[in-house]
Each structure stands twice: as structure tokens, then as C-alpha cells.
């Protein structure tokens, strides 16, 4: 039985709405279901944004939380990246930034490193905010930052790969591609480090690695040849000795860890990390479906459509704004979550891939969605954030 929770308060009237020219998300839990009827509860919620600044058309929200402890760190386009106590939401600290906040942060001992649009990396003390260095670099900082205890790797969308030491910030290397021809896709291939390597996809439509200490090119290997997009802009997700990570528009692969061999292959592109659990592959695709995959051979297990569910919530309802890029799949108890940019977070049965539960965040999500400790955190793209945690009572 489908299981539908509205823990929000009703937008407001669409008239409303047309007269001010703004639009205002209650953050207010408010359950209308019996209490073990969702299988997820809202611990905390938290509204990053005043209701005067939340306009109908803002820009969506690319930083997502990362968990650390009980902390919780956070940016958005508000130019504003924040601290949060992970129990209970209070905000321990907030740091301005130049430029708005669309990367995921990296946190390692007492630091933690992140950038902005407008091209700088900054070094927080993690538990007090207080700035230990900054770094200057071309184009915005974008996907999510990574190290490898020594250095810290950042994309940027100039289509370039920076290593700056983590101790001082110091230049220690720079790789980077030429942009192509044309129109290319918002965002990039955040770095990953294995083995000493730095892993990333380019918009040119290679896949390369880098040997991390000094950037010395590993291997590249052209994944997407054609005239359409050929952007490789997903994560690279490493699993045993294979990578999975997808192209725009084009193919889902599985590499050889070694030498990115291509073992197979799935026709269906996308811009969001893979994600594995025991031998499924989940596959959020650039066209508003999840898939579920066979790890060792590619072969499609079951698919679900979050189009037509978002277009019941769509604040925009025509066909432009039907084909929405869901997030990253996100194993989590005994269902498997994925959210849309412009309506639900959905709770997915893992065996057959039935709509279980379904919620609503006010006007979706396309940051990525966070667990640890056993807690879902959200971001959503009306600056709210959302803690949430399974439901013991539900069966």
C-alpha cells in the first residue's frame, strides 16, 4: 500500500503567490498519518533562508551536507556556509563567503576545506569557523572537494583539476582540459582519490587519472564521442576492482580499476554518482528514472519514472519542467531513497523498486542526500534542512 506523508504545511494560495511574486515554504512538520504509518520521521528542520529571500525562482542548491561526528557542515547560494549540531540542528557557527556555496566540503583532523562561485578555497578550524587559509582559483568551485591526508584536489568549472597542500594552501599542481565547442553541462566529476590516483571525468568526454603527489597523467580513456553533449561529469564510484560512473546523454559504464577497461556497459547517461549496495547498482539517469542494476553484469533489474509523481507537486506544470535529473540513490533501511529538483523525496521498495512513501520538502532537492549515525540529512532547494531518522514504529 502506497504510503503518502505531507509533513508540511500547504504552499501558499497560487494567487497569492502572483501578486507578491513570492512564494513561501512553511517548514513546520505537520503529520496527518498515524504515527507508524511513514517509515522515516523528521527529527529537525531548519529554514537557512528568510521567507522574504525565498523567491519562486531560485537557484537550485548543489552543497550538500557532510557529516562529521555530531557536526554537520553545509553551504548554499546565499554565500553562507554553516555548522550544525547534528542531534539537534543548532547552528554552531556560520562563515560568509565571497561567492555562493555549491560544493560538497572535505573534512579531515580539525579542518575543513570547501570553495565558492567566485573562485576561492577556504580552510575552516571545523569546530570554531575561524579562517586558516584561502586559495585562489579560475572558474567556480563545483562537485565536492577530496584528499588524500597531504593535499587537497578541487574541480573547478574551467574544467580544472588543483591540488594545493592541506597544511597552508600552498599550488602544488594544476591538470586541466579544453573546454569543448558548444554548450556543455553545469557542474563537473568531483575528484576521487584511490591508490594514489586522482580520478575524474572532463566535459570533453575523457576519463582520466592522475598520480596524486605530483599530477603526472596515469591513463585517459574517451568515454563519449559524438556531436551531441558528451560531458562525464558524474563521481566516480570505486567498488572493489571496478569504477561505475556514467556520461551525459550517453552510457552507464563499468571500468577496470586498473586501467578503466570497459567491463560494460548501460544505455542510459547521467550526471549523479552511482551508488552500491550488496550487488545492485542504483542509477539515477538524466532523463527523471532510477534504475536498479545487476553489479557484475549491467543488466536492469527494475526502473522507477519520478516524472509524472513531480509533476503533482511541479510549481511549473508543463513538459519543460517534466524532465527532471533525480539525485543520487541512497540505500537507507528497508527502502532505497532518490529525490527530484522539483517535487518528492521518494522511499523505494529494494526488491521491485514499488513506491512505498513519498515526502514533501518544499520545491525538491538536487544536492545530494547524506547518511550517518542512522539519519538522512537534506538539503533542499529552498534552503531548508531537513534531519531525518527511520521510524520504530513502523511496520
Known amino acids: 500500500m502506497l504510503l503518502t506523508i505531507c509533513l508540511l504545511a500547504t504552499v501558499l ?5 502572483g501578486v507578491s511574486g513570492r512564494m ?7 503529520t496527518i498519518e498515524p504515527i507508524d504509518a511513514a517509515p522515516l520521521r523528521v527529527l529537525w528542520a531548519k529554514r537557512l533562508v528568510g521567507e522574504t529571500d525565498q523567491d519562486l525562482w ?4 548543489y552543497s550538500f551536507p557532510v557529516v562529521e561526528g555530531d557536526i554537520v557542515y553545509l553551504g548554499n547560494t546565499w554565500n553562507a556556509f554553516y555548522a550544525f549540531d547534528a542531534i539537534n540542528g543548532d547552528i554552531l ?4 563567503t565571497a561567492g555562493p556555496v555549491e560544493c560538497g566540503a572535505v ?3 580539525d579542518k575543513v576545506v570547501f570553495g565558492d562561485g567566485d573562485g576561492r578555497v577556504y580552510c575552516l578550524n571545523r569546530h570554531t569557523g575561524l579562517l586558516q587559509w584561502t586559495y585562489n582559483v579560475q572558474g567556480q568551485v563545483q562537485g565536492r572537494l577530496a584528499t588524500d591526508g597531504a593535499l587537497v584536489f578541487i574541480r573547478t568549472s574551467h574544467e580544472r583539476l588543483y591540488a594545493v597542500t592541506l597544511a597552508d594552501g600552498k599550488w602544488k599542481w594544476m591538470q586541466s582540459r579544453e573546454m569543448p565547442d558548444g554548450f556543455t553541462i553545469r557542474g563537473v566529476s568531483s575528484p576521487v582519490v584511490d591508490n594514489g590516483r586522482v580520478l575524474t571525468g572532463f566535459a570533453d568526454g575523457y576519463f582520466m587519472a592522475f598520480r596524486a603527489e605530483d599530477g603526472a597523467e596515469v591513463y585517459k580513456t574517451l568515454l563519449q564521442k559524438s556531436d551531441r553533449l558528451v560531458d562525464v561529469d558524474s563521481t566516480p564510484l570505486v567498488v572493489d576492482e571496478r569504477i561505475y560512473l556514467a556520461g551525459y546523454g550517453g552510457n552507464f559504464y563499468c571500468l577496470n580499476r586498473d586501467n578503466a577497461a570497459i567491463q560494460w556497459t548501460f544505455n542510459r547517461g547521467s550526471v549523479q554518482r552511482a551508488e552500491i549496495d550488496g550487488d545492485i547498482v542504483y542509477l539515477s539517469d538524466d532523463q527523471g528514472f532510477l534504475f536498479a542494476l545487476d553489479k557484475k553484469t549491467g543488466k536492469e533489474l527494475w526502473s522507477f519514472d519520478l516524472r509524472e509523481y513531480d509533476l503533482e507537486r ?17 540505500p537507507f533501511g528497508k527502502l532505497v531513497l532518490v529525490a527530484s529538483s522539483d517535487g518528492y523525496i521518494y522511499g523505494l521498495d529494494r526488491e521491485k523498486g514499488k513506491l512505498r512513501w513519498k515526502f514533501w520538502p518544499g520545491y525538491g532537492v538536487t544536492s545530494a542526500m547524506s547518511v550517518a549515525q542512522d539519519r538522512l540529512y537534506v538539503h533542499t532547494n529552498f ?12 511496520r
Open 13 to 17: 494560495a497560487a494567487g497569492c503567490a
Open 107 to 109: 573534512v579531515i583532523g
Open 314 to 330: 511541479s510549481v511549473a506544470k508543463s513538459p519543460r519542467r517534466k524532465l527532471k535529473i533525480p539525485t543520487s540513490a541512497v
Open 58 to 61: 531560485r537557484p537550485m542548491q
Open 24 to 30: 513561501i515554504i512553511p517548514i513546520a512538520p505537520e
Open 383 to 394: 534552503g531548508n534542512v531537513y534531519c531525518m531518522k527511520p521510524n520504530p514504529f513502523y
Open 93 to 96: 557557527w556560520k562563515f560568509d
